[in-house]
């Protein structure tokens, strides 16, 4: 045990995370140049793309020091997206030591010190690298300071590096053996391994990750998951090299994974302990959570008859992806489709994505949404996932919705401009901290239902780019909020029904009927479009009639481009919805991601 590692890279987005562990697996010779197909860590095709890595995996290495030692180093990666960051705790709590990887062209930034609290709060040796030191733009001097004022290091403990040249990487590896605390732990208690990790494979069915705090898991014996109280026989246990290599047992100290013919993701819960049957631990291993989606949307097929084929999609997607959520729901609008829960706004992306794909499945999102807190006046609570699923107004006492603390880091210069844009969103400033003289960290507490859409983006705009961005919960407090709903010709849509802070009601309300006028082809009749709070109607536009002849402008007579003109205009009504008798475009749906 005393010649482990098991250290993970925490570092802001692009920051090079990826690149340099490349190089560590290179200069260790896990793999070759040749094997090295771009970057080994991010394997699904998604996550190359978006250039994020999406779920953590875990890597060995053997590395023969200068000291002339064989050392073990487990490599655990971890997520680097807000929505991941209770598997990032998970691998965290897995590690004895971190690398703390810092862009020298760009500086510390918001996740850098999220993940750092994160590691701090386990105890984690950090080790700070000073990563792309090749560029041009690398501020050495300046970044250097920045981290010294952050960790309280010496300066001269952080490493210069570069994934692209390699320098530093052998530098940073005898850092690794030399600052890294071993493991402890007693081989011979009873097993107790953290669950980090889980990926499903169709052939083998879910293959667990964990770390072995205490005593040996082995080949054949009968295993407990402590928190779901499911038993499982080990079919396979092992090492991660580049590929699974099966041993007979894996001590404590060490990182492995486990087979045991499970069926589904859902079974295996990422912060659950192993431990065995015949010799059980007393307790889990601390801070195990049910993760639970933050997101709500409504998900419809955009043929209507696919309605079943969307289950089944859903059904197998769920099989490796635990953390998403459906439930049947029907919309008067858009048929029968499934309400879903994702963990946050880019899982819900990954899951749209992956539908497509995968899956090759046309669907409509509808606006997503937080989960609240809706106590009757009765005294029951009822957790609300869709806002047409609200109680009439006079059965409900109150509404509580859920809260985020919330970390921005940008240039003094838009400071002004991003505390205006947060108190806009009902922000408090809770404190501000000069990194340096021209960058601030700043904290506030809002509403997570107010940056699940468009807050990212307005950031950007307002900062210039120059903001990042980073929050965890804190809880569910109380609102004033109002349910909106929005009427076409007096059908109420309940797709663009939301709930909405009575303040900004009739701004959202006029701004969605604006919004819906410009989307809402006209049609041989006027079109009212109305939003309403309650009986009450606060805003009004209408869509003046027209009537639309499409075959007028081929006066030539020209038979065929007359049929493509009306096939196309036959496709167009596809994408169309009926709501009462006006047609509505699937864009209008989403209008309310499109406002200003
Ligand atoms: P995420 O997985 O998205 O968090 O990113 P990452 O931190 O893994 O960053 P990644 O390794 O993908 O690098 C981001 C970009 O920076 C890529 O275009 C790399 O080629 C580039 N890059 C990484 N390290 C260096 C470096 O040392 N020097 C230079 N010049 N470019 C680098």
Known sequence: MKNIRNFCIIAHIDHGKSTLADRLLEYTKTITEREQQAQVLDNMELEREKGITIKSHAIQMDYTAQNGERYVLNLIDTPGHVDFSYEVSRAIASCEGALLIVDATQGIQAQTISNLYLALGNDLEIIPVLNKIDMDAAMVDEVKDQIVDLIGCDRDEIIAASGKTGQGVEDILEAIVARCPAPKGDEDAPLQALIFDSVFNSFRGVIAYFRVMNGTIRKGERVKFFNSGKEYDADEVGVLKLKMVQRNEVRAGDVGYIISGIKSSADVQVGDTITSVANPCTTGIEGFEEVKPMVFAGVYPVENDEYEELRASLEKLRLNDASLTFEPESSL?????????????????????????????????????????????????????????????????????????????????????????????????????????????????????????????????????YASFDYHQIG?????????????????????????????????????????????????????????????????????????????????GDITRKRKLLEKQKKGKKRMRQVGNVEVPQSAFLAVLKMD
């Open 476 to 556: 569910y407090k109380i609102s004033a909020l109002a349910k909106l709903d929005i009427l076409l010709n007096s059908e109420p849509v309940d797709a663009l029904s939301a709930l909405i802070y009575k303040d900004h009601a009739y701004d959202f309300g006029r701004k969605m009927c604006e919004k819906l006028k410009e989307l809402i082809p006209r049609q041989q009749f006027d079109i009212a479009i109305q939003a309403a709070i309650g009986a009450k109607i606060i805003a009004r536009e209408t869509v003046k009639a027209v009537r639309k002849d499409v075959t007028a402008k081929c006066y030539g």
């Open 333 to 465: 609008a858009l048929g029968f489709g499934f309400r879903c829960g994702f963990l946050g706004l880019l899982h819900m992306e990954i899951i749209q994505e992956r539908l497509y794909r995968e899956f090759d499945m046309d669907v409509i999102t509808t606006v997503p949404n937080v989960s609240y807190n809706v106590y009757t006046s009765k005294g029951d609570m009822i957790s609300i996932h869709n806002p047409s699923g609200l109680p009439e107004p006079t059965l409900v006492d109150r509404i509580e919705e859920p809260y985020i603390h919330a970390q921005i880091i940008t240039k003094t210069d838009y400071l002004g401009n991003v505390i205006k844009l947060c108190m806009e969103k009902r922000g408090t400033l809770k404190s501000q901290n000069f990194l340096t003289t021209d960058r601030v960290e700043v904290n506030f507490e809002m509403p997570l239902a107010e940056i699940v859409f468009d807050f990212y983006d307005k950031l950007k705009s307002i900062s210039r780019g």
